[in-house]
Structure formats: structure tokens, C-alpha cells
């Protein structure tokens, strides 16, 4: 897949996230760089933090707003597993957690980042090689 396949795959992510968002998704991060990352990509709203509160009672302040989560932790081990953990509250919560997003972008983003935080600065970049490229 060259760059420009990727950042179009990116791109219809995003849009995803902000169609989701839109009908009442809310985007699961886990700290304020991270959320700081996806308002830059213009996606600001929905977005919670799982860092201020313990992940049963985070998963059912979730579950009292929507019943679509879309989980987009780091794509470290750590990140995989506070995941895995929170999309079990969720479920048991009554909650679809949407983990597909979250192992997209891990996908398309290769090796290059391990973290949500880096996003931004990986998508601008890979727009400004494709576009002098094109």
C-alpha cells in the first residue's frame, strides 16, 4: 500500500469516527494528549477520558450517555489491554464497544506510532508527503 492509499484509508476513518460521534458514539482516549490529538484532526466532540476514574465506574458513566463506545486506546500491550478491559464493562454495561476503528488505524499506521497522541502529527505528515508527491 503506497502513502496515498494510506492516508485515504485514513481519512475515511476519521470520517467514521465523526459520523459515529455524530450519532452518539462516544470516543473512549486514554488522556488528555490524546484527546488534544483528535481535535486537531477536527474531531472534538464525545470524547472521554479513561484516566480519572476507576474503568467499571468510567464504563457506566459511558453506558448512562450512549450505547456506542468507540475504544481508541494506544496500540501497546498496555493500550490492548485497557481495551480489552474496558469493552468487557461496556458489554456488561449494555454498551457496544467499537474496537474495529481502533485496530484499523493500528493497521495503517504500521509500526510508525504506538499511540493515539501521535496521530495528528503522523496524518499531517503523511499529507504533506503525499501532497508534494502528487
Not at 486514554?30 to 486537531?40: F, H, I, M, P, V
Not at 479513561?50 to 475504544?71: C, G, M
Request: charged residues 30%; glycine residues 4%; neutral net charge.
Amino acid at each position: 500500500m503506497d502513502d496515498l492509499d494510506r492516508l485515504q484509508k485514513i481519512e475515511q476513518i476519521l470520517c467514521e469516527i465523526k459520523d459515529l460521534s455524530n450519532e452518539g458514539a462516544v470516543i473512549v482516549v486514554e488522556g488528555k494528549k490524546d484527546r488534544d490529538a483528535l481535535n486537531e484532526l477536527g474531531i472534538s466532540d464525545q470524547i472521554s477520558l479513561v484516566s480519572y476514574q476507576p474503568l467499571l465506574d468510567f464504563a457506566e458513566d459511558i453506558s448512562r450517555k450512549t450505547n456506542q463506545a468507540i475504544i481508541l486506546t494506544d496500540w501497546d500491550s498496555q493500550g490492548k489491554k485497557l481495551a480489552k478491559k474496558i469493552s468487557g464493562y461496556l458489554q456488561a454495561s449494555n454498551t457496544k464497544p467499537n474496537n474495529l476503528i481502533r485496530n484499523k488505524i493500528k493497521k495503517l499506521v504500521r509500526n510508525e506510532i504506538k499511540d493515539v497522541e501521535s496521530l495528528s502529527g503522523y496524518i499531517h505528515s503523511l499529507r504533506r508527503e503525499v501532497y508534494n508527491r502528487y
